[in-house]
């Protein structure tokens, strides 16, 4: 077959076997007709099949796209493009004027270079093994966080009732928090499995769903057993193994996944069908769901054993016991050896509740519980600590990750931290079991008491010693705190001077007398002063832009018209290219573009404003760019002005009335006034 194509196309629907394929056809068709050579990548429910080359890309004479879904067609930039719905190429006749609209088309040669340029640049270069497997598990963890905290924060409400008011039998019963604890004890019951189902998600697409779901129910619910055989049987009782099977059965269910892809591979396209909707989700669902079963046993084993391993510190001292449980609490976030510590906890307050009040066995439960709850509640107090004290060293996602885990944490769940330590395992983990052991040495030397098996703060009123406790738990989590905070500056600062030096390299002879290289090491160029940014002629409200593009395309040339820049393609490629490592689109209607390039003459500002707003630009929110605010920067200011801009930007943008009036305004010289009063 050809290297490359007269027509390229990508075809997609959200189901993905029928249209998606039926509009493969027909463009397939309408070009044969036309004597044209065409090839169609098609976006189904396999995932993306007979995928378009970078060379295929720079050599086609047009581009058509007939996708309901995202095909990713910014890589299409500069190409005679043509972009439907899917439904609009489903017949022959139709593909084919969509065809002849796409040749009509003139295209941007310069730019279309430059974005394959762009392209080529990020194929060559191969996603190591590491990083592929922090996405996927990224990919999980994101979507496990929403059951946690609707889950978790309902369970914990519950407990405000009374530590058992969700039994029927108990004396502080109430039905509105037996309801309550059922929906909070059901999302937090769907915490593992979508964790599983999405970390396959990302590594075989919509069809690593089903076994990825099964995988995370398995490890919920472990390998039932009769106890009067010892043999499987379905209707026997087992043990999961919770949070740690859930991403090994992630994992295991998005690389069955690729491997049955492959197996599969020389059937027929015609059985496309058949293969998304019955051979994938059978053979996958078998496959791990055996293997699945096969370790729980072992698994179980080394839940057991850790929980054995506590039992047997209990009597050892609060120093020793307390670091133990802080280490296992914080080890893994809600996983098995977390939850070891948890469910020893829970076994010996049991033991203790029913010995009753003021026996042995009741303060040893609940002061091993409270040692537990403390532990717990730690982690997510840490972050919240660091985002709050430290905002500018993290992205504003992290931010607002921390000012919810505030709430996490007072209800004693863990799980909010998980992203915190996943991005940075070593050294956020030990600060992490440090900031939690501390916790809970000083829970047990203070002499706490908690008989309830989960709730955080809100079961304070029946805390015995409950001022101590919330000590314990702020003093451990403010040394963690300023230790992760001490880590992203080194982190945060270590960045600036990488991207400076990057953008400012310093050449000189190693023999040049002093005099000589000072020129060359001279410092760069003051920037300007903030207030000579936002100029009233750079600010164009009233547009009116149908897609992302076709936005940084009006400002790349407007720059250009200004005297701001000297080359409109150089300046639209710096933008696509900074958009490609993650779209600059913030949250209410704003977005930040910014493009870092030599064509670029003096730092600057230009605002677009479009009262309908700009849909296909990916936003936090999921909501359309009313208001883009690009940043022009100069290479040569890159480490400077540069971050002094963005952050400044970023940080306006978290006041609620800085964005109203930037909204409402429409006069430049006053929108240019209420941004320059904000660079200062």
């Given at each position: 077959m050809?290297?490359t194509?007269d027509i390229i196309?990508a075809?997609?629907?959200?189901?993905?076997?029928?249209?998606?394929?039926?509009?493969?056809?027909?463009?397939?068709?309408?070009?044969?007709?036309?004597?044209l050579?065409?090839k169609?990548?098609?976006?189904?429910?396999?995932?993306?099949e007979?995928?378009?080359?970078?060379?295929?890309?720079?050599?086609?004479?047009a581009?058509?796209?007939a996708?309901?879904?995202d095909?990713?067609?910014?890589?299409?930039?500069?190409?005679?493009?043509?972009?439907?719905?899917?439904?609009?190429?489903l017949?022959?006749e139709?593909a084919?004027?969509?065809?002849?609209?796409?040749?009509?088309?003139k295209?941007?040669?310069?730019?279309?270079?430059?974005?394959?340029?762009?392209?080529?640049?990020?194929?060559e270069?191969?996603?190591?093994?590491?990083?592929?497997?922090y996405?996927?598990?990224?990919?999980?963890?994101?979507?496990m966080l929403?059951?946690v905290v609707?889950?978790?924060?309902l369970?914990?409400i519950?407990?405000l009732?009374?530590?058992?008011?969700?039994?029927?039998?108990?004396?502080?019963?109430?039905?509105f928090?037996?309801?309550?604890?059922?929906?909070?004890?059901?999302a937090m019951g769907l915490m593992?499995?979508?964790?599983?189902?999405y970390?396959?998600?990302?590594?075989?697409?919509?069809p690593a769903?089903?076994?990825g779901?099964v995988?995370?129910?398995?490890?919920?619910?472990?390998?039932p057993?009769?106890?009067?055989?010892?043999?499987i049987?379905a209707?026997?009782a087992?043990?999961?193994?919770?949070?740690l099977?859930?991403?090994?059965g992630g994992f295991?269910?998005g690389y069955?996944?690729?491997?049955?892809?492959?197996?599969f591979k020389?059937?027929?396209?015609?059985?496309?069908?058949?293969?998304a909707?019955f051979?994938?989700?059978?053979?996958?669902t078998?496959?791990?769901?055996?293997i699945?079963l096969g370790i729980?046993g072992?698994?179980?084993?080394?839940?057991t054993?850790?929980?054995?391993?506590l039992?047997g510190?209990?009597h050892?001292?609060?120093?020793?016991?307390?670091?133990?449980?802080?280490c296992?609490?914080?080890f893994?976030?809600g996983?098995?050896?977390?939850?070891?510590?948890?469910?020893?906890g829970t076994?010996?307050?049991?033991a203790?509740?029913e010995?009753?009040?003021?026996t042995?066995?009741y303060?040893?439960?609940?002061?091993?519980?409270?040692?537990v709850?403390?532990?717990?509640?730690?982690?997510?107090?840490v972050t919240?600590?660091?985002?709050?004290?430290?905002k500018?060293?993290?992205?504003?996602?992290?931010?607002d990750?921390?000012?919810?885990?505030?709430?996490?944490?007072a209800?004693h769940?863990?799980?909010?931290?998980?992203?915190?330590?996943?991005?940075?395992?070593i050294?956020v983990?030990?600060?992490m079991?440090l900031s939690?052991?501390?916790?809970?040495?000083?829970t047990?030397?203070?002499?706490?008491h908690?008989?309830?098996?989960?709730?955080?703060?809100?079961?304070?009123p029946v805390?015995d010693?409950a001022?101590?406790w919330v000590?314990?738990?702020?003093?451990?989590?403010v040394?963690?705190?300023?230790l992760f905070?001490a880590?992203?500056?080194y982190?945060?600062?270590k960045?600036?001077?990488?991207?400076?030096?990057?953008?400012?390299?310093?050449?000189?002879?190693?023999?040049?007398p002093a005099?000589e290289?000072a020129?060359?090491a001279?410092?760069?160029?003051?920037?300007p002063?903030?207030?000579d940014?936002?100029k009233?002629?750079?600010?164009?409200?009233?547009?009116?832009?149908?897609?992302r593009?076709?936005?940084l395309?009006?400002?790349?040339n407007e720059?250009?018209?200004?005297?701001?820049?000297?080359?409109?393609?150089?300046?639209?490629a710096a933008f696509?290219?900074?958009?490609?490592?993650?779209?600059?689109?913030?949250?209410?209607?704003?977005?930040?573009p910014?493009?870092?390039?030599?064509?670029?003459?003096?730092a600057?500002?230009i605002?677009?404003?479009?009262?309908?707003?700009?849909g296909?630009?990916?936003?936090?929110?999921?909501?359309?760019?009313?208001v883009?605010?690009?940043?022009?920067?100069p290479?040569?200011?890159?480490?400077?002005t540069?971050?002094?801009?963005l952050?400044?930007?970023a940080?306006?943008?978290?006041?609620?009335?800085?964005?109203?009036?930037?909204?409402?305004e429409?006069?430049?010289a006053?929108?240019?006034?209420?941004?320059?009063?904000?660079l200062?």
């Open positions: 050809a290297d194509y196309a075809t997609g629907c959200p189901t993905g076997i029928a249209h998606t394929f039926m509009a493969k056809e027909a463009l397939e068709k309408a070009a044969a007709e036309r004597g050579t065409i169609v990548e098609t976006h189904g429910q396999v995932g993306v007979n995928a378009l080359t970078r060379d295929q890309i720079a050599g086609a004479r581009v058509v796209v996708a309901d879904k095909v990713q067609v910014d890589r299409f930039a500069g190409k005679p493009l043509v972009n439907v719905p899917v439904s609009k190429a017949s022959v139709a084919g004027e969509l065809i002849d609209r796409a040749l009509s088309q295209g941007d040669a310069a730019a279309a270079e430059r974005a394959q340029a762009e392209l080529s640049g990020g194929a270069e191969k996603e190591t093994l590491g990083h592929q497997l996405r996927h598990l990224m990919n999980g963890v994101s979507h929403v059951f609707a889950g978790g924060v369970t914990a519950s407990f009732w009374g530590i058992t008011s969700f039994d029927s039998t108990a004396a502080d019963y109430n039905t928090a037996a309801l309550l604890k059922t929906v909070g004890g059901i593992v499995p979508v964790l599983s189902a970390i396959a998600e990302s590594i075989g697409k919509r769903l089903v076994p779901f995988a995370g129910m398995i490890a919920i619910q472990g390998l057993v009769s106890e009067a055989t010892g043999l049987d209707t026997g087992s043990v999961g193994f919770g949070f099977g859930g991403i090994i295991l269910a069955v996944i690729l491997l049955l892809e492959k197996v020389p059937l027929p396209a015609n059985l496309n069908g058949l293969k909707i051979l994938y989700p059978l053979c996958s078998f496959i791990v769901g055996l699945m729980s072992p698994m179980v084993t080394i839940n054993a850790m929980m054995d391993f039992r510190l209990q050892a001292g609060a120093i020793p016991l307390g670091i133990a449980i802080g296992m609490c914080a893994d976030m996983g098995p050896v977390n939850k070891a510590a948890y469910v020893t076994l010996l307050l049991g203790g509740l010995a009753g009040v003021g042995a066995a303060n040893d439960g609940t002061a091993f519980m409270a040692a709850s403390a532990a717990c509640i730690v982690p997510p107090f919240s600590f660091a985002t709050i004290f430290g500018k060293y993290f992205s504003q996602e992290d931010h990750a921390g000012l919810v885990n505030i709430i996490l944490g209800t769940i863990t799980e909010g931290a998980i992203p915190f330590m996943t991005k940075n395992i050294p983990m030990p600060i079991m939690s052991a501390i916790a809970a040495v000083l047990l030397l203070f002499g706490v908690v008989p309830a098996p989960h709730g955080g703060f809100l079961v304070l805390v010693g001022l101590q000590l314990a738990i702020l003093i451990g989590s040394v963690g705190g300023v905070l880590f992203k500056r982190e945060y600062q960045a600036q001077v990488e991207e400076a030096g990057a953008a400012e390299p310093v050449t000189e002879p190693a023999s040049a005099a290289q020129p060359a001279a410092e760069p160029a003051p920037a002063a903030a207030s940014f936002v009233p002629e750079l600010v164009f409200p009233g547009q009116d832009f149908e897609t593009d076709e936005a395309s009006f400002i790349s720059a250009v018209k200004a005297g701001v820049a000297t080359d409109a393609d150089d300046l639209m696509l290219k900074r958009e490609g490592e993650g779209s600059t689109g913030m949250m209410d209607g704003f977005a930040i910014h493009a870092k390039s030599s064509a670029v003459a003096e600057a500002v605002v677009v404003k479009d009262e309908s707003g700009v296909s630009w990916d936003t936090m929110d999921s909501q359309p760019v009313n883009a605010i690009a940043l022009l920067i290479d040569a200011e890159a480490g400077t540069h971050l002094k801009l952050s400044k930007v940080e306006a943008l978290m006041d609620e009335d800085f964005r109203t009036t930037v909204k409402q429409a006069d430049p006053l929108i240019a006034a209420a941004i320059n009063a904000r200062v």
